[in-house]
């Protein structure tokens, strides 16, 4: 548990360095797919308690992170990572939360069909577990690691 912890604090480190040398900045259109996602969460009563870690990244950060790929979307701005607390109010993270947000995902991309891209989760992984992640410009995909 204490290791989780420090290895999250590390990536929450490296991510507001990347931030701070000006490698944030996703697209605009993953931007608002996101907030979407999140008002609509929040419309149909759920408290919606994420912070964004990851949007654009140099690839050399890229190549640091353990489940990123070689062509990642993060690398064009096109992908956002959020970190997830909590969704349906119950002070845990199981897959149920995950299996919502993926749900409203495709709601807004079916409203939208300019942010279709994926939405994927890392419940089987110990420090990445709480993380989503949405990007666009694809059809609409899914993934569980």
């Known amino acids: 548990m204490k290791k989780n912890l420090i290895v999250l604090a ?10 701070f040398f000006g490698l944030r900045g996703a697209h605009t259109l993953v931007r608002k797919k996101v907030e979407l996602v999140r008002a609509a969460l929040e419309q149909d009563g759920y408290r919606v308690r994420w912070f964004t870690i990851s949007e654009r990244r140099n690839p050399v950060f890229n190549a640091m992170l353990a489940n990123s790929v ?6 064009k701005g096109m ?3 959020v970190l997830v607390r909590d969704i349906d109010g119950d002070g845990t993270y199981p ?19 300019a942010m279709k891209g994926t ?6 992984k110990s420090v990445a577990r709480r993380m989503i992640h949405f990007d666009i410009g694809g059809k609409s995909r899914e993934y569980s690691r």
């Open 70 to 75: 070689t062509n990642s979307r993060h690398l």
């Open 119 to 124: 939405v994927g989760d890392y419940l089987s």
């Open 95 to 113: 897959q149920r939360d995950a299996q919502i947000i993926r749900r409203y995902s495709r709601r807004i991309e079916s409203r939208y069909p």
């Open 10 to 19: 590390l990536l929450l480190s490296l991510a507001w360095i990347s931030n």
């Open 79 to 81: 992908a956002i990572d």
